[in-house]
């Protein structure tokens, strides 16, 4: 591959920022320049493209499917219930479920909401239920409850009473 600095043939480049570009350069031509960040190596447009899918990664959960299990909306009040009942503290349940005493403490005050593998542990060290299911509503799904009135519909409305 050339240099695009001084176009001599070289089997190893490295990215440098020059002038405000970023060069494939050969070692000789290394030393000028400096480092450039993640984000202007790989360029904007592949840049704002892969910041797009982690977003999407991240709230790719956000939408409930229905006939889904999802986590009750008390879940610290039930997790601290139970514990208090079995008679432990936060230490001895956290040791019992392989966890650490604050990831316990921080479901129980609901701060954070606890991963899959997390409910499990809960829910089978000390029997409860930390989930539920939810079914389809009809009414949720039909367009017409989920939209207000537009202008076109009060038009229509004011026709048919005339």
Same mark, same amino acid.
């Given at each position: 591959?050339?240099?695009?600095?001084?176009? +001599?043939? !070289?089997?190893?480049?490295?990215?440098?920022?020059? !002038?405000?570009?970023?060069?494939?350069?050969?070692? +000789?031509?290394?030393? !000028? /320049? *400096?480092? %450039? @960040?993640?984000?202007? *190596?790989? $360029?904007?447009?592949? =840049? &704002?493209?892969?910041?797009?899918?982690?977003?999407?990664?991240? @709230?790719? =959960?956000?939408?409930?499917?229905?006939?889904?299990? &999802?986590?009750?909306?008390? =879940?610290? &009040?039930?997790?601290?219930?139970?514990?208090?009942?079995? /008679?432990?503290?936060? #230490? @001895?349940? #956290?040791?019992?479920?392989?966890?650490?005493?604050?990831?316990? #403490?921080?479901?129980? !005050?609901?701060?954070?909401? %606890?991963?899959?593998?997390?409910?499990?542990?809960?829910?089978?060290?000390?029997?409860?239920?930390?989930?539920?299911?939810?079914?389809?509503? %009809?009414?949720?799904?039909?367009?017409?409850?989920?939209? $207000?009135?537009?202008? $076109?519909?009060?038009?229509?409305? #004011?026709?048919?009473?005339?």
């Amino acid at each position: 591959m050339l240099c695009e600095m001084c176009g +001599a043939e !070289s089997a190893l480049l490295t990215s440098r920022k020059i !002038s405000g570009s970023v060069l494939q350069v050969c070692s +000789a031509c290394s030393d !000028s /320049g *400096s480092e %450039p @960040t993640h984000r202007e *190596s790989v $360029g904007h447009r592949v =840049y &704002v493209a892969q910041t797009l899918q982690k977003r999407n990664m991240k @709230t790719r =959960y956000r939408e409930i499917e229905t006939d889904e299990s &999802v986590l009750v909306s008390d =879940y610290g &009040v039930v997790v601290r219930l139970a514990r208090e009942k079995s /008679g432990l503290d936060h #230490a @001895t349940l #956290a040791s019992n479920i392989s966890e650490k005493k604050s990831i316990v #403490a921080s479901v129980e !005050s609901s701060n954070m909401r %606890p991963n899959e593998k997390l409910i499990k542990k809960l829910e089978n060290f000390l029997k409860i239920k930390l989930t539920e299911n939810v079914e389809s509503n %009809p009414e949720l799904n039909s367009k017409k409850s989920s939209k $207000g009135l537009t202008m $076109g519909d009060l038009l229509k409305q #004011a026709m048919k009473e005339n």
